[in-house]
């Protein structure tokens, strides 16, 4: 038993390669993209990698590196590409947990293996002068049933949120392309229009010394 979960986490690992080299041949993102479309539903109705990828995380396994979370706290990266191409990142949302409205800094594909996922997607009224307020209208919303992937583009093109509206929990599988140099994304509030950076947590952590040690310096 073990052997074959070694087998499945190889499995998955190759699957990784696999894409790197396909989509490192493809000249741009619309090209990129659209292959993902046709490759990610592959990876999300495959039960066998999806147990094995869930389970690593679970035990804690050390090649899927789990400890390596990104900006949300449900986020988990699973495989980052060392040609930069493209990370796999995998997100847990309870009953009823949506995210907050935000951007990203890449395009993003992503789906669910099972259950529901929901997806909201907005766009800027604004003229985006304000880097401190924005004006947003919902576009449209849809539930993805598993294999089904939704895309999203990168800054003001792919502000959305995703959750869970079912009364079970559910898993997101997603694949982004190359950011562009940003390390942060910036979260909505559409009810007072207000936006924020939002930084991963180690520098959050960062920010918050730099800034109590500014406080403390006036002080001394």
Same mark, same amino acid.
């Given at each position: 038993?073990?052997?074959?979960?070694?087998?499945?986490?190889?499995? $998955?690992?190759?699957?990784?390669?696999?894409?790197?080299?396909?989509?490192?041949?493809?000249?741009?993102?619309?090209?990129?993209?659209?292959?993902?479309?046709?490759?990610?539903?592959?990876?999300?109705?495959?039960?066998?990698?999806?147990?094995?990828?869930?389970?690593?995380?679970?035990?804690?396994?050390?090649?899927?590196?789990?400890?390596?979370?990104?900006?949300?706290?449900?986020?988990?990266?699973?495989?980052?590409?060392?040609?930069?191409?493209?990370?796999? /990142?995998?997100?847990?949302?309870?009953?009823?947990?949506?995210?907050?409205?935000?951007?990203?800094?890449?395009?993003?594909?992503?789906?669910?293996?099972?259950?529901?996922?929901?997806?909201?997607?907005?766009? #800027?009224?604004?003229?985006?002068?304000?880097?401190?307020?924005?004006?947003?209208?919902?576009?449209?919303?849809?539930?993805?049933?598993?294999?089904?992937?939704?895309?999203?583009?990168?800054?003001?093109?792919?502000?959305?949120?995703?959750?869970?509206?079912?009364?079970?929990?559910?898993?997101?599988?997603?694949?982004?392309?190359?950011?562009? /140099?940003?390390?942060?994304?910036?979260? $909505?509030?559409?009810?007072?229009? /207000?936006?924020?950076?939002? $930084?991963?947590?180690?520098? #959050?952590?960062? /920010?918050?010394?730099?800034?109590?040690? #500014?406080?403390?310096?006036?002080?001394?």
């Amino acid at each position: 038993m073990h052997d074959m979960k070694e087998q499945t986490f190889d499995k $998955f690992i190759q699957l990784c390669r696999d894409w790197s080299d396909q989509m490192a041949g493809l000249e741009d993102d619309a090209k990129r993209i659209a292959h993902m479309q046709t490759q990610l539903p592959k990876l999300l109705l495959d039960r066998s990698l999806v147990s094995c990828v869930l389970e690593s995380i679970a035990k804690g396994t050390p090649g899927l590196n789990p400890g390596r979370c990104g900006i949300f706290e449900n986020e988990i990266l699973l495989y980052l590409d060392p040609r930069h191409i493209f990370s796999i /990142r995998v997100y847990f949302h309870r009953t009823g947990e949506f995210t907050p409205i935000h951007d990203h800094s890449s395009w993003g594909i992503y789906g669910t293996p099972f259950g529901t996922l929901d997806i909201v997607h907005y766009r #800027r009224n604004d003229d985006g002068k304000d880097k401190n307020r924005a004006v947003l209208t919902v576009t449209h919303r849809l539930t993805l049933s598993p294999g089904e992937v939704d895309v999203v583009g990168s800054l003001d093109s792919g502000i959305h949120q995703t959750g869970n509206a079912s009364d079970q929990p559910n898993v997101m599988i997603s694949v982004y392309g190359s950011p562009i /140099r940003r390390l942060f994304i910036r979260i $909505f509030e559409p009810d007072t229009g /207000r936006i924020w950076k939002r $930084f991963p947590p180690k520098l #959050r952590k960062r /920010r918050l010394a730099k800034q109590a040690l #500014r406080e403390y310096i006036k002080i001394l």
